[in-house]
């Protein structure tokens, strides 16, 4: 049977954290908490579980987590958000794993649960993440704030039952707030990459994004919160354009002010 070690990234997460170590008590070998320097208990509440406690600075989701993962005993991992808890179907699901592992990676569904009701569909489900893995097969990359591992060339991996239950926004305010924040990192790391957004690239993506979400991926079955899920869906994606173009225009402004300045116009 393989040692498995649980490796989650907070901050200020005492209204959550305590779930997601329950859940995985009877699972795995050692729990990693690496923190933010939180304000408020969550410290306190991993220490009491028991857990490997330690801070170090966040540059950026994937960046946390690749450093988290060096902080592990073991080499196989089982990779948690702090909102986020092991179902007893998955439980089983992993316990199998340990005992007789044969892939890479195993990847699983997230069921997210917004204000209360569980989501089916809306782009939300199945939500499969890989969190299950051999940390020497791959490592966290994608674009922050949405990083992903990403397993080497030529690994393998499998599909596991059971969900990973996730607690993803509790209010409409709370996703005001994400949305306002998400959209923020994910403008600044394309602005990184040199991409540029035009007026008919924010309507066509804040478009296209509730299409998807309401028609295409079925959130109208998911009642008014589906709506309000594909709708909120399509207001980050248009926040994200608009600031990237906000960028983008800052940043020519400075290079019309340095032309105008290396040529001034004589005045007669």
């Keep these: 049977m393989i040692k498995l070690s649980a490796v989650i990234i907070t901050y200020n997460e005492e209204k959550k954290i305590e779930r997601c170590l329950l859940s995985l008590k009877s699972i795995v070998d050692e729990i990693v908490v690496v923190d933010s320097f939180s304000t408020d208990k969550t410290e306190k509440i991993c220490l009491k579980h028991g857990v490997r406690f330690s801070t170090h600075k966040f540059d950026g989701y994937i960046e946390q987590k690749n450093y988290a993962l060096t902080c592990a005993s073991n080499d196989y991992i089982l990779s948690l958000d702090a909102d986020e808890a ?6 089983k699901s992993i316990l199998k794993v340990k005992a007789n592992w044969k892939y890479d990676g195993y990847y699983f569904n997230r069921f997210n649960n917004y204000c209360g009701q569980w989501i089916h569909h809306s782009n939300w489900y199945p939500d499969q993440k890989l969190r299950l893995f051999d940390r020497r097969k791959g490592s966290w990359g994608g674009v922050n704030p949405h990083d992903r591992f990403i397993q080497s060339k030529g690994a393998t991996k499998k599909h ?3 969900d990973l239950l996730h607690w993803v926004l509790s209010t409409y305010d709370d996703h005001i707030d994400k949305a306002n924040r998400f959209s923020t990192i994910a403008a600044e790391e394309a602005f990184k990459k040199g991409k540029r957004a035009s007026i008919i690239t924010i309507l066509f993506h804040a478009i296209w994004r509730f299409l998807k979400s309401y028609f295409i991926r079925l959130g109208i079955l998911d009642g ?7 709708s909120f869906s ?3 994606v248009f926040l994200k354009y608009i ?3 906000q960028m983008n225009l800052r940043v020519k402004g400075r290079f019309e002010n340095r032309k105008s300045t290396k040529n001034p116009t004589i005045a007669s």
Excluded: A, C, D
């Design 224 to 230: 008014y919160n589906g709506f309000v899920i594909s």
């Design 243 to 245: 600031k990237l173009r």
């Design 86 to 91: 092991i179902s007893e179907e998955l439980k």
């Design 234 to 236: 399509s207001y980050t």
């Design 160 to 162: 596991l039952k059971g």
